[in-house]
């Protein structure tokens, strides 16, 4: 099962109510997207920024699944989706790279 990090921001073009009774029943139910999200899993933590119009949310699960869940958000948040990679899997895996690239020049050089 894959981590995500997720950049989000209000989107400043989206509509978005005029009236603040309408305004505050939109971000109640934004709000209980997310913690449905929390609720099942699949968001662990979830966080605003200090401008108040963006923040971060880490969830976990398949690639599908974070497609799913920032869509619910359209077209009032924008999300930069990001898989993490674990620290011990990625340095293994540049570790290996590097060796391979090592090798490839060395064949490379000697022709």
Not at 80 to 92: L, R, T
């Amino acid at each position: 099962m894959a981590r995500f990090l997720v950049l989000w921001r209000q989107n400043p073009v989206a509509p978005r109510p005029t009236d603040p009774s309408e305004y505050l029943k939109m971000n109640e139910m934004m709000f209980a997207g997310v913690e449905n999200l929390m609720k099942s899993g699949e968001v662990e933590e979830f966080g605003f920024f200090a401008d108040g119009r963006s923040g971060y949310a880490i969830g976990k699960g398949e690639t599908l699944d974070a497609f799913r869940n920032v869509s619910m958000f359209l077209p009032f948040i924008h999300s930069e989706v990001h898989e993490i990679i674990p620290y011990k899997e990625g340095k293994e895996t540049s570790i290996a790279l590097m060796k391979t690239m090592i090798e490839l020049t060395k064949k490379l050089t000697k022709k």
